[in-house]
């Protein structure tokens, strides 16, 4: 995840004195951090003992940092718990920034699973990216485990891959899951036979929803995960017992 902020650790001499505060509001959060950022939306206690996560602005971004009590130490960039290795800061920033899954049409998508799967995740993937093959078996894996979880697979091919669009074109033509896989083990794919627009609609709105890269999962409550991820987390995001 990209985050457009500074990785910086900034000590008591970079914010005004608060050591005599316990706790952490957005009154005091904006005092603290002042000019860094554009707004202090929210604050909340984190996992992190001692540490709170400040919801903030900047540039246009809605961003997770987080910083003590006291507003002494201010912490932007990626926190992780060690004893199952989940990214903190991923996942506070997905919960900041959901998307309205209303507006991705689904006409065009692949499903992988059941099309009566009570629970609808969508998978914006690139048919040259290694991790979007990788994460597609892990999705195979999930549907196999339960049958009530389904992906609705959206072709958004990258420019730094330049075969990519044509592939998918023909992909969302064929509607075919094994023209996908095909492109996934590098086997050749046969050029559309369709005119089909819908490729480049899926380019304008991953703009438009600040989606930059390839695999990115965005979950039932619009969610918005980007990167490769193990079935047994997919499963625990989706919120399943199997």
Known sequence: MRICLM??????????????????????????????????????????PGLYVVEIEKDGQKVPVFLDAAGQYLISGNVIRLSDMTNLTQQYHAELNRIDISRIPLEDALLLGSPSATTKAIVFTDPQCPFCSKLHAE????????????????????????????????????????????????????????????????????????????????????RVVPGFKKAEELLLMLGSRK
């Open 7 to 48: 990785l910086f650790l900034l000590c008591l001499y970079a914010f005004p004195a608060v050591a005599e505060s316990r706790s952490l509001d957005v009154e005091t959060a904006s005092r603290v951090l002042g000019s860094l950022v554009d707004r202090v939306h929210g604050v909340r206690e984190s996992e992190v």
């Open 139 to 222: 999705l195979q894996k999930v549907v196999a485990r339960d049958p009530e979880i389904g992906f609705y697979i959206k072709m958004f091919p990258l420019k730094m891959h330049p075969e990519a669009y044509d592939i998918s074109r023909s992909i969302v033509c064929t509607q075919s899951m094994e023209l996908l896989e095909k492109a996934f083990a590098g086997q050749p794919v046969p050029e559309a036979d369709c005119d089909t627009k819908a490729v480049d609609a899926t380019l304008d709105l991953v703009g438009q929803l600040g989606i930059r890269s390839t695999p990115t999962l965005v979950l039932p409550d619009g």
